[in-house]
């Protein structure tokens, strides 16, 4: 194998998968679903499909790989839950902080609220997001039924989509040859969602500000308006 050209070699899944096998990536997809971020989950499930598929390095049947990523994917997101539910609003409700206001908190309830299902499911693809998504989703009291409900379903379609796509993909000869490519798009190609969504916002806010400019141009208007006429 390759070493992925992105971070520290420690950080590439051939070297992590190649040391520590299936239980090093177990622990990795538990740490990274709510622990800790700037991990390679992507890459590194997309790698032990494909090395399911070779044999190397991990001999266990596909289906057994899959259940248990999935249920590592699902605890991990269940521990960054926990955190956030126990221990975020007494972060959050500190007097001093610049960072965890109790305003940050009302408006991640609110983000929950409005976009809680689809944002536990989708976050599942996006790094560092999947991090601290549950964590987000307790601090700002998601119903635990409903979050567990879309963590299910967000961890088994990431946890076995893409090891289950690196499986099947891996057997084909150009991305055989070319797997450090491969890996460093899917980690370009995971980055997408924050992008588009960052140009959204700033789109967004952009219009807004457009719009208050123009409101206020008319009270302007209008305020000119009223005192001539006072004025007559």
């Given at each position: 194998?390759?070493?992925?050209?992105?971070?520290?070699e420690?950080?590439?899944?051939?070297?992590?998968?190649?040391?520590y096998?299936l239980?090093?990536?177990?622990?990795?997809?538990?740490?990274?679903?709510?622990l800790?971020?700037?991990?390679?989950?992507?890459?590194l499930?997309f790698t032990?499909g494909?090395?399911?598929?070779?044999?190397?390095?991990?001999?266990?049947?596909l289906?057994?790989?899959?259940?248990?990523?999935?249920?590592?994917?699902?605890?991990?997101?269940?521990?960054?839950?926990?955190?956030?539910?126990?221990?975020g609003?007494?972060?959050?409700?500190r007097?001093n902080?610049?960072?965890?206001?109790?305003?940050?908190?009302?408006k991640?309830?609110?983000?929950?609220?409005?976009?809680?299902?689809?944002?536990?499911?989708?976050?599942r693809f996006?790094?560092l997001?999947?991090?601290?998504?549950p964590?987000?989703?307790?601090?700002?009291?998601m119903?635990?039924?409903?979050?567990i409900?879309?963590?299910i379903?967000?961890?088994?379609?990431?946890g076995a989509?893409?090891?289950?796509?690196?499986?099947?993909?891996g057997?084909?000869?150009?991305?055989?040859t070319n797997?450090?490519?491969?890996?460093?798009?899917?980690?370009?190609l995971s980055?997408?969602?924050?992008v588009?969504?960052f140009?959204?916002?700033?789109s967004?806010?952009k219009k807004?500000?457009?719009?208050l400019?123009?409101?206020?141009?008319?009270?302007?208007?209008?305020?000119?308006?009223?005192g001539?006429?006072?004025?007559?």
């Open positions: 194998m390759n070493t992925l050209a992105l971070g520290p420690w950080l590439s899944p051939d070297y992590l998968i190649s040391e096998g239980p090093g990536i177990l622990l990795i997809v538990f740490a990274e679903s709510g800790f971020a700037f991990l390679p989950g992507d890459s499930l032990a494909l090395l399911v598929a070779e044999g190397n390095y991990i001999t266990q049947p289906w057994l790989v899959c259940t248990l990523i999935v249920a590592a994917a699902i605890i991990g997101d269940q521990v960054g839950y926990g955190i956030g539910r126990f221990f609003p007494k972060i959050f409700n007097p902080s610049k960072v965890f206001k109790k305003e940050n908190l009302d991640a309830h609110e983000f929950i609220e409005k976009y809680g299902p689809k944002a536990i499911v989708l976050a996006v790094p997001v999947r991090t601290f998504a964590i987000v989703a307790g601090a700002g009291r119903k635990y039924r409903t979050f409900a879309y963590n379903i967000g961890g088994v379609l990431w989509g893409v090891t289950v796509a690196g499986y099947f993909l057997q084909i000869g150009f991305i055989k797997i450090e490519a491969i890996l460093v798009l899917i980690v370009v980055v997408v969602p924050i588009i969504e140009l959204r916002g700033r967004k806010a807004e500000a457009a719009a400019a123009a409101d206020a141009a008319q009270a302007d208007v209008a305020s000119g308006q009223r001539r006429h006072a004025r007559r």
